[in-house]
């Protein structure tokens, strides 16, 4: 045989593209098909055996799960999509990835180079459209440098602070013909706590009398949820989670003191108001978790710890006393390392904490047939211990997180960015990533219906996921703030809905419809015990906006400050003018 002969042909850049994500340690693929990437497409049937590709119904769904499967690994998602069109649907499973800090990878077929600023047809510049919402965002237009540029786009996803990183692969790249090596992950230990960290935590610690704990943050691993559950219960601390990060920490333990995001105990708001020494651990404490800024002082009035894997988020708006630049893994096992405080100050402040969030997670005696509190709480019992939650965004989210207490072997993912139609896809993802665990995924009426067409997926690829949708006939959320700004108003927040215990019957899942308390826990285990993909319709009092007001006591409390502001000495005050700003404009 010649030498010419035995000379390998190469690969094709669909072929190293498909090659570059096996090298990756890559397990899942979540895509919409599209013509820009038939090359990538063909290149991932020859490693069908090592790479399953979910085929989804939309984009953004297919990225919700490519999310969900990062957020429960803490590897990079990784999801495909076609150009144009299906990148712009494909942004908001980003933003989520961006917000959320999870490590995520977009591959976005793009159009021939030669085309470049022709408007060809579904031409985007990715740079411009993804940059705000994106850690990085690559084009490959040389096969040669696949390799490279896929290894970094996975460095770039997990490093510091994680998030999703958008890669497009012009079209004619991926047929042209390349004998470049593969790439695998790089060997990277992660930052630990610097030398003199953990000291100066602990003689912080030692001084302080109110101290609160914040868990939050992703790519969390099993040893180090235990770690620093194990630091947190050794020195009695009170200990809350970040928003809809309730799967950090044990909601059963007497150490649980509720989660600080959009709902809050109005009690824990105000005992972290109060709070000497915060250890925000693994949080950005961001928009929600502060309260709309509200929570601490900037300057630094209340001393802060701030551990988080990016220097650059750390005192970007809070000013800390000390910041930790850490993973949080690794600063869990020095911080268990570290030990206890001797002579703790605060076990009665943890007790008042405590004792707060058991009053506040007591069901009230609601109007109606159904009890939703009641019904959840009795549903948590029946779960099994490594059930995977998933949310969707909306006032029927602040049931569970303020009803249920999540165990500690459970996983809880929801969008921190507020996207609705996440929890159904995301449910489907989790399922597809961990197929021996029960998943139940809770939804709005009108959540569902944005991607409620993704249940699709789940028989597609036989897994079986339950979706719990909330069903009140509206935009619950908005109705809320709807009432209490323009009272008896209703304007474009009501909702028609299918029967969607039918909806998933059409596909020959299982549906229930639950109108009364006793009826959540018999229809999910019935849906559990199905095998099949199904859908438990909770038909909600509507009247019962929030768990803490119904319409008419936000339209009564909307009323009383209408009649306070014409009041004549209301008025009056409302007509001196403003002190002029004696400082600088600011800019």
């Known amino acids: 045989m010649t030498e010419a002969r035995r000379a390998t ?113 579904q031409e985007v510049d990715y740079r411009r459209m993804f940059g705000p919402i994106a850690k990085w965002v690559t084009q490959i237009d040389d096969e040669k440098r696949i390799p490279e540029l896929m290894a970094h786009a996975f460095d770039v996803a997990t490093s ?99 989660d600080l995001g959009v709902g809050a105990d109005a009690g824990l708001v105000a005992k972290a108001k109060e709070s000497d020494l915060v250890l925000a651990i693994g949080t950005r404490i961001g928009e929600p978790v502060s309260q709309g800024y ?90 099994p211990e490594d059930t995977i939650f998933t949310t969707d965004a909306g006032n029927f989210a602040t049931w569970p997180n303020r009803f249920m207490h999540f165990g500690e072997k459970q996983d809880f993912l929801g969008p921190t960015n507020g996207a609705m139609g996440y929890a159904v896809p995301a449910a489907i993802g989790a399922k597809i990533t961990h197929p021996e665990r029960a998943v139940i995924g809770f939804v709005g009426d009108g959540g569902f219906l944005m991607t409620g067409q993704e249940i699709a997926t789940a028989f597609h690829h036989s897994v079986n996921p339950v979706i719990l949708v909330f069903n009140n006939q509206m935009y619950g959320t908005i109705r809320m703030y709807q009432e209490r700004t323009y009272p008896h108003r209703v304007s474009g927040t009501a909702l028609t809905n299918p029967d969607f215990a039918k909806f998933i019957e059409a596909f020959g899942g299982h549906g229930e419809i639950v109108e009364r308390t006793e009826e959540l826990v018999p229809a999910v285990k019935r849906a559990l015990a199905s095998g099949k993909p199904a859908v438990v319709e909770v038909r909600t009092n509507p009247e019962q906006v929030t768990n803490r007001a119904t319409i008419a006591e936000l339209r009564a409390q909307a009323a009383k400050a209408a009649a306070s502001a014409t009041r004549p000495e209301t008025a009056k005050a409302a007509r001196t003018p403003a002190p002029r700003r004696t400082g600088p404009r600011p800019r």
């Open 9 to 121: 042909p190469g690969r094709t850049g669909g072929k190293l593209l498909a090659d570059a994500l096996v090298a990756q340690g890559v397990t899942h693929a979540f895509c919409v098909p599209g013509e820009s990437y038939l090359d990538l497409l063909d290149g991932l049937y020859s490693v069908r055996n090592r790479l399953q590709l979910v085929t989804c119904r939309f984009e953004a769904g297919a990225v919700h799960m490519a999310e969900a499967h990062g957020k429960l690994t803490g590897k990079p998602g990784v999801a495909i999509v076609t150009r144009g069109p299906g990148a712009c649907h494909a942004a908001i499973g980003v933003h989520v990835a961006f917000q959320d800090s999870t490590p995520l990878v977009l591959l976005v077929g793009q159009i021939p180079v030669e085309e470049t600023d022709r408007e060809s047809f």
């Open 294 to 383: 509200t929570l601490f002082d900037m300057a630094g009035a209340t001393p802060i710890v701030h551990v988080y894997p990016d220097q650059a988020e750390i005192g970007r708006v809070y000013r800390p006393a000390l910041g930790i630049v850490s993973e949080v893994n690794a600063f869990a096992a020095a911080a268990k390392a570290a030990g206890a405080v001797k002579k703790p100050a605060w076990s009665a402040w943890t007790k008042e904490l405590r004792a707060l969030r058991v009053a506040q997670a007591v069901p009230p005696d609601y109007e109606g047939p159904l009890n939703l509190a009641t019904a959840l709480q009795a549903l948590e019992k029946e779960l």
């Open 160 to 258: 510091g602070r994680p998030g999703p990183v958008v890669v497009a692969i012009s079209e004619e790249m991926q047929k042209r013909l390349s004998t470049v090596p593969d790439i695998g992950p790089a060997e990277v230990l992660p930052p630990h706590p610097a030398p003199d960290a953990l000291p100066r935590l602990m003689d912080m610690l030692a001084r302080a009398k109110r101290p609160l704990a914040i868990l939050g943050g992703s790519r969390w691993t099993a040893q180090g949820k235990a770690d620093i559950r194990d630091w947190l219960l050794a020195n009695d601390l009170p200990v809350s989670v970040a928003f809809r990060r309730m799967g950090l920490f044990d909601g059963t333990s007497p150490n649980y003191v509720g």
